[in-house]
């Protein structure tokens, strides 16, 4: 009976082991962009913020660390980022990135930084010629895994949000699509949001956290930042998970005719699977049988 009790539970974690590799669906691999800091007070705070992502993907959703990349504008800091953050580097990394993926992965990008708008188009500053959003979106034609989901956390990032618009992607902004240009909340924000418990996250207590939920947690974390400091708020973040390359301020809202919030709020953040506790063993430290008493 012991010997059967063994193979049933190793028979029983096999089993389990293959149904989380199906669950998984593929790989999960992450690319955060840092721009140009322009002063050590906001390489620290980028520094800090992409960090705070990093960990959240590593620690809480089980992204592999080596699938994590960090391109940052300060490449010659110690100790921060895989690469530069150039407009070489990033079309290198987008392009080394799209061959490795499969269409079960799951992709997510963050870009982080400053910017600004000339002539109906946004500009990521980076060391060197700066990026610009359709150039940007560009990168990623040839993406073809099954969740792709961008974080454009810098100002301006509206305009990113129509040329990255897809069928089957979610695009978050931090700002509208012209005119809010000032320094962003929304990416400390997020930082702060993704390290809460996952119940606090659970607006539906269906048990499970999707992006929607993320979102609209960030965007209430921005609108209490304002609030605190008696400021007018100058970003207005957008969703966009339709492909109409236009964004909702308020997915899902029922007021609003536009579809956006359906796809990012039956996405959601993937699962570490944490395996069985062991089954005890028959025998006692110290070789005997266990004998159980019987009940008289």
């Known amino acids: 009976m ?11 974690w096999i089993l389990f082991l293959s149904s989380t590799a199906g669950a998984r669906d593929g790989a999960r691999r992450a690319l955060i962009v840092v721009g140009l800091p322009g002063d050590l007070a906001h390489e620290a705070l980028f520094r800090e913020t ?62 982080l930084g400053h910017a600004n708008l000339d002539e109906g188009h946004a500009f990521l500053h980076l060391p060197g010629p700066d990026l610009r959003d359709d150039e940007f979106a560009a990168l990623f034609r040839g993406l073809v895994a099954k969740e792709q ?18 069928r089957g992607r979610i695009v978050i902004a931090s700002t509208e699509r012209s005119g809010e240009v000032n320094e962003t909340e929304f990416p400390v924000a997020l930082a702060e949001v993704v390290g809460r418990p996952t119940d606090k996250l659970d607006r539906d207590r ?24 008696k400021r007018a708020p100058t970003e207005h973040a957008q969703l966009d998970d ?10 899902g809202d029922p007021r609003i005719s536009k579809p956006d919030g359906v796809l990012a709020s039956a996405t959601f953040l993937p699962v570490v699977a944490v395996p069985p506790p062991p089954t005890p063993s028959s025998r006692s430290p110290h070789g005997t049988d266990r004998v159980t008493p019987s009940s008289r």
């Open 2 to 12: 012991r010997l059967m009790s063994r193979t049933f539970g190793i028979f029983a």
């Open 50 to 111: 992409a960090g705070r992502w990093k960990n959240w993907m590593i620690q809480g959703l089980g992204f592999r660390s080596t699938d994590v990349r960090i391109l940052s504008g300060r490449p010659e800091a110690p100790g921060f980022g895989d690469g530069p953050a150039t407009r070489e580097s990033v079309a290198a990394e987008v392009a080394d990135l799209c061959k490795k993926v499969e269409p079960d992965d799951r992709v997510w990008v963050f870009v």
């Open 149 to 166: 989901v961008f974080w454009m956390t810098n100002p301006a990032s509206g305009a990113f949000l129509g040329p990255l618009s897809a």
């Open 206 to 229: 269906d048990g499970k956290v999707s992006i929607l939920e993320v979102f609209l947690a960030t965007v209430e974390s921005v609108e209490a930042r304002f609030q605190a400091d």
């Open 242 to 251: 339709d492909g109409d390359g236009v964004g909702s301020e308020l997915p």
